[in-house]
């Protein structure tokens, strides 16, 4: 045994790995889902020219860099890195500054921020003098915090927050051609709007809102913008806005959207159990009389932090088409509704959200739209995390599907891809055990009557598949109605259509058989 070569992860020729080198770990984080174990390999910037071909690179280090910016006089390239001693334990990054002809890997950088907190998403202002960019400068729960639009001068200085008063998340920035104007996408309450507001701070003004969910946009020279925007029966379309509204250009969907029908969907504002005002939708099948009570599912969105909007949504509307009530909530932990209300969700996970999301199911029996006695619950990633702690709290739901979703918590430290995030909302496992356990819906798998469906990529490493198979494996030893679906080859997200389907089919037929009550063939 050659110690030295081992030491150095080995130096071997390939002939003798015929299955692929050993992995030598001695990173904190080494693990991501879709790259898999990660050693000391680094996103770096590099300058490709067209002409000669060459590649040159132009930042360097035991660092990640990332969402490169070029000045408008191509000689400066903005970027984001996490430069602290230990990037790998906080979420720390900054906005820095490289000549865009570094011949030295980027060792001459110029760091523009030092927030304390995450900063991101560099534009640069066409005179160059000065950089917008989000900023969440909040430390503690930071995964919570409010992304706001913030400036600062291209050769550094104090920084200054544009919508400081405004506290909703903001992204996709982008200057006006004659830079008096930032452009940004605005998240608030279930919608999703386009704004803008003055370069040097000032008036934000809302140039398309309403209900429904703008997305990427494009301004022309001349100040026109175009955008991609969703409705709850319209999916992504380009509009252009203009003095009199706005006007669809593309219509990609409208032979197949002539030959069905859709559901409508409904907003909701509903009190939780001590009084807070919560939002959510209730999608109805086509052909929805008011006179019946229908089965009803009630769908958790993943993240934690995120939120259902007015978009179009396949699931709520193939679970309509096929005779269901769908309701989908925004629990405490949401985004859109301020730090505040998603904060509430820290070192709370399912204590906290899951009185929210059984109100909504609450208020849709009160409007006489479901029936009690047939409801199902599901979710996928922190939503199938939610629906896990449900099931352990309550025997109202007569099927779930939980897809790619978690139980023990102290077994996802190290397994997963979330160490920072856990050890900053949790703490570490041996230091602060009992709110880790507490948390933990495998805990009270003893609770469980509920039929439940499991299902995840045997790849994903974001919620990798052991969770599953735990708390499958717990319910079946119990005799609890339960089945497992891995799909191979799989991830957290991006399946492949094959799998997809599948994927929909099963639940469907999950909940047909035990929420509805109606024998299934899907194996």
């Keep these: 045994v050659d110690k030295d070569s081992a030491n150095k992860g080995g130096k071997d020729s390939p002939k003798k790995w015929p299955k692929g080198k050993p992995w030598v770990i001695d990173r904190l984080q080494f693990k991501a889902d879709y790259t898999g174990y990660l050693d000391h390999r680094r996103n770096h910037v590099y300058v490709y020219d067209i002409e000669s071909k060459k590649l040159t690179q132009v930042t360097s280090g035991d660092y990640d860099d990332y969402s490169p910016a070029w000045s408008h006089d191509g000689k400066t390239i903005a970027f984001v890195s996490n430069r602290t001693e230990e990037p790998d334990g906080n979420y720390n990054t900054d906005i820095w500054l490289v000549g865009a002809d570094n011949a030295d890997k980027g060792k001459s950088l110029i760091q523009l921020t030092t927030s304390p907190g995450a900063d991101n998403s560099p534009k640069w202002h066409p005179n160059g003098k000065f950089i917008a960019y989000t900023s969440a400068p909040d430390v503690e729960g930071s995964n919570y915090a409010t992304n706001h639009l913030a400036v600062i001068g291209s050769q550094g200085g ?175 932990g949401s985004s859109g509704y301020g730090r505040d209300f998603c904060f509430a969700l820290y070192q709370g996970w399912g204590e906290k959200d899951y009185r929210d999301v059984l109100a909504a199911v609450d208020r849709a029996i009160e409007l006489g739209y479901a029936d009690p006695d047939r409801l199902g619950v599901g979710g996928f990633s922190y939503g199938g995390i939610l629906t896990n702690y449900i099931i352990t709290q309550t025997d109202r739901f007569k099927g779930a599907v939980s897809g790619a979703g978690s139980g023990l918590y102290t077994a996802m430290y190290g397994h997963d891809m979330w160490l920072r995030w856990y050890e900053e909302e949790f703490g570490l496992p041996w230091e602060n055990r009992e709110l880790w356990e507490r948390l933990s819906p495998f805990n009270y798998v003893q609770n469980v009557t509920t039929p439940t469906l499991f299902a995840c990529g045997e790849k994903d490493w974001n919620m990798p598949v052991q969770n599953s198979e735990q708390l499958y494996q717990a319910l079946r030893r119990r005799g609890i109605t339960t089945r497992l679906v891995v799909y191979p080859g799989e991830h957290h997200g991006g399946w492949t259509t094959a799998h997809e389907k599948d994927f929909l089919e099963r639940r469907l037929a999950w909940y047909d058989q035990y929420v509805k009550g109606e024998a299934s063939g899907k194996k």
Excluded: C, M, W
Aim: cysteine-free.
């Design 158 to 332: 104090e920084s200054r927050l544009l919508n400081e008063d405004l506290d909703r998340n903001v992204s996709g920035l982008e200057f006006s051609e004659d830079g008096k104007y930032i452009y940004f996408n605005l998240e608030d309450s279930g919608e999703n709007h386009i704004a803008r507001i003055p370069a040097n701070g000032g008036k934000i003004t809302r140039l398309i809102a309403g209900q429904i969910s703008a997305g990427a946009f494009s301004l022309a020279d001349n100040g026109a913008l175009v955008a991609r925007i969703s409705k709850p029966k319209l999916p992504g379309e380009l509009f252009i806005a203009g003095k009199h509204g706005l006007r669809q250009l593309t219509h990609v969907n409208k032979e197949h959207f002539s030959r069905i029908k859709l559901g409508e969907t409904e907003e909701i504002h509903y009190k939780s159990h001590d009084g807070l005002e919560i939002e959510g939708f209730i999608t109805k099948p086509p052909s929805f009389n008011p006179a019946f009570r229908y089965p009803t599912l009630l769908l958790i969105h993943g993240g934690p932090i995120s939120q259902y909007s007015y978009s179009f949504s396949f699931e709520a509307q193939l679970f309509a088409a096929n005779g269901y009530v769908v309701v989908r909530s925004n629990p405490r």
